[in-house]
């Protein structure tokens, strides 16, 4: 669901025609840990990583941070007609933690402290049902 405070900002490929320089693809070729012979490879991957890049406040940079690439690129772009050039990139690693780990100190759990307690009592001290209680059975 969108929100009204943050209107949608158009991607970097829908606003016009990718091409990366000499220069951010090197820069990205360090980077990424690429050999010098393959400047063209990390030329479209650099291309592609920024397809989904958003338009910051200023209107030359763009960034793309994503999950699932595990990379955070800020660059900026030049644009020339429906060509958009991207002369500089920084880019980074990214890997935040999963929005659902078991690692989160200080955070409230979403079971009450005294349903906790009786779930460990009932499951005992290892954590194994007591014997003679199937699960799915009923008592008579």
């Known amino acids: 669901m969108q929100s009204v405070a943050e209107p949608t900002r158009p991607t970097l490929s829908e606003t016009g025609q990718i091409y990366v320089t000499h220069a951010a693809a090197r820069s990205w070729l360090e980077t990424a840990g690429y050999q010098e012979h393959e400047i063209e490879v990390a030329r479209r991957e650099l291309t592609e990583l920024l397809l989904d890049a958003r338009q910051q406040p200023d209107p030359r940079m763009w960034r793309a941070r994503k999950r699932s ?66 699960r799915g059975t009923r008592s008579t």
């Open 69 to 134: 690439t595990k990379w955070d690129i800020s660059a900026i772009v030049e644009h020339e007609g429906r060509l958009l050039v991207v002369t500089f990139i920084s880019a980074q690693r990214y890997d935040p933690p999963s929005r659902t780990s078991a690692a989160r100190q200080g955070r409230r759990s979403r079971f009450p402290a005294e349903s906790r307690s009786t779930l460990t009592s009932a499951t005992g001290a290892s954590g194994q049902r007591a014997p003679g209680r199937r």
